[in-house]
């Protein structure tokens, strides 16, 4: 009987635990002929999320593993974000193919399965007005969500000033240097990036 209270508690904290894991999207700064960071290691159903600071690139699959999609897209002033999620473990090799002969290559590394339940993506958040030089409402779906703000290079940024005010949350960005900046809504297991251009 003891047995049985032991394996249906373990049962319980494995399946509250498994609802509770999420996946986490690793930002790729683009700029000055690099990926920063041009090598790390995640998980499947991790985002591997590429964003552009500066110059004309690209992102290309080169070496990647057997059944994998590949990938090539455009990252520039016209083409600021590109997003990929991984369905097989293993290693992925990229490139800049405009900068390839510089050293502008990368490499991630997939670690085998993941808990993450499936996720109902709410309908996108908006952000008005963008770009933006102080207050800024951002409208969503979402329930009670917790709001990130990270800057070009991946660091998260502390909050100034936000309220919130049911689906609506207002933003004070005047204190931010101008740039772009994302921003990552989070409720549950669901998860909403939106790019925000800050102007002086």
Not at 4 to 28: D, I, K, N
Not at 129 to 149: K, L, R, Y
Not at 157 to 169: E, F, P, R, Y
Request: with cysteine; net charge negative; proline share 6%.
């Amino acid at each position: 009987m003891k047995k049985f209270f032991t394996l249906l508690s373990v049962s319980v904290f494995s399946l509250f635990a498994a609802e509770r894991a999420t996946a986490t999207t690793h930002m790729v700064m683009v700029a000055d002929f690099t990926f920063n960071p041009n090598q790390f290691t995640m998980n499947l159903g991790d985002t591997v999320l590429w964003m552009w600071s500066s110059g004309t690139h690209n992102t290309t699959s080169t070496n990647i593993p057997s059944g994998a999609a590949s990938w090539g897209n455009p990252i520039d002033g016209s083409h600021t974000t590109f997003a990929y999620v991984p369905a097989v473990a293993g290693t992925y090799n990229y490139e800049c193919t405009f900068h390839v002969s510089s050293g502008m290559t990368g490499t991630f590394i997939v670690t085998g399965s993941t808990n993450v339940p499936a996720v109902n993506n709410p309908t996108p958040f908006s952000v008005a007005p963008n770009p933006a030089s102080g207050m800024v409402t951002i409208q969503t779906d979402m329930i009670n969500p917790s709001i990130s703000i990270y800057d070009c290079a991946g660091r998260a940024i502390s909050l100034v000033h936000i309220v919130k005010n049911g689906n609506q949350m207002l933003l004070d960005v005047a204190p931010f240097p101008a740039g772009m900046y994302v921003l990552r809504l989070t409720s549950g297991d669901q998860s909403q990036l939106q790019k925000i251009v800050v102007v002086h």
